[in-house]
């Protein structure tokens, strides 16, 4: 069984730049989340798609954008990349089903903003 | 409001017993998590439990909970280095997000 990948592991954009991340979601799952991880703090849910849609949403403007393709995998982008954005964005997988859907995280990418 | 707490700072020494606590104020969570994190690394689930028990063990692991308080802990017994780490807890109603505590560093002394 494959868990959650992430690419790219490590990147460094300057202000105003933008930024793709990918994720593989584990296999059997269908549903993908992402959250943002500042120094120091823990996770804060951006956003989840399900059935290549998205399924709710936090407290993150409209430049922090996603998709899920056919295959379940993932893309995070944000646009006019600010130095606050600097931080470790973590994708996670899920099988959405009754109850609740336990997440498995992937490695991360960690994103730099000078 | 959805907030959880957890203190900042654990130190243990090897083979003794370690105690995480966490609060929570979401009345209706369903679920409660813990995961691990490694320096640079994402993160790993360890356990969950459900709102309707009052205790879950695996292996050297125990989660307690007291829904009445809204506090969660997790008891890690004979720690080794190697459980030097962040420890998170996170919530969910059974929705679509996580939401994650602080972190608590645990730090075990050899």
């Known amino acids: 069984e494959t868990g959650v990948t992430q690419s790219p592991t490590h990147l460094i954009k300057t202000r105003g730049q933008q930024v793709t991340l990918r994720c593989s979601s584990q296999?059997?799952?269908?549903?993908v989340s992402w959250y943002q991880q500042a120094l120091g703090q823990g996770p804060q849910f951006i956003f989840q798609y399900y059935r290549e849609e998205e399924n709710g949403r936090g407290n993150f403007p409209p430049r922090f954008s996603g998709l899920q393709f056919p295959n379940y995998s993932s893309e995070l982008n944000v646009n006019a990349l600010e130095l606050d954005d600097s931080a470790l964005y973590l994708c996670a997988s899920s099988l959405q089903q009754e109850g609740t859907d336990t997440q498995y995280f992937g490695p991360g990418t960690r994103l730099t903003v000078l | 409001g959805e907030d959880v707490e957890q203190s900042l700072f654990l130190s243990v020494r090897e083979g003794d017993s370690s105690v995480i606590n966490c609060t929570y104020t979401d009345s209706s969570s369903t679920y409660l998590y813990w995961y691990k994190q490694e320096p640079g690394a994402g993160l790993q689930l360890l356990t969950y439990?459900?709102?309707?028990?009052d205790m879950k063990q695996d292996q050297r692991l125990t989660v307690l909970l007291n829904k009445k308080d809204k506090h969660l802990s997790l008891r890690i017994a004979d720690t080794q280095t190697g459980d030097s780490a962040i420890y998170f807890c996170a919530e969910t109603s059974g929705t679509y997000k996580y939401i994650f505590g602080t972190g608590t560093r645990l730090k075990v002394l050899a």
């Open positions: 439990i459900f709102s309707n028990m």
């Open positions: 296999s059997g799952h269908n549903t």
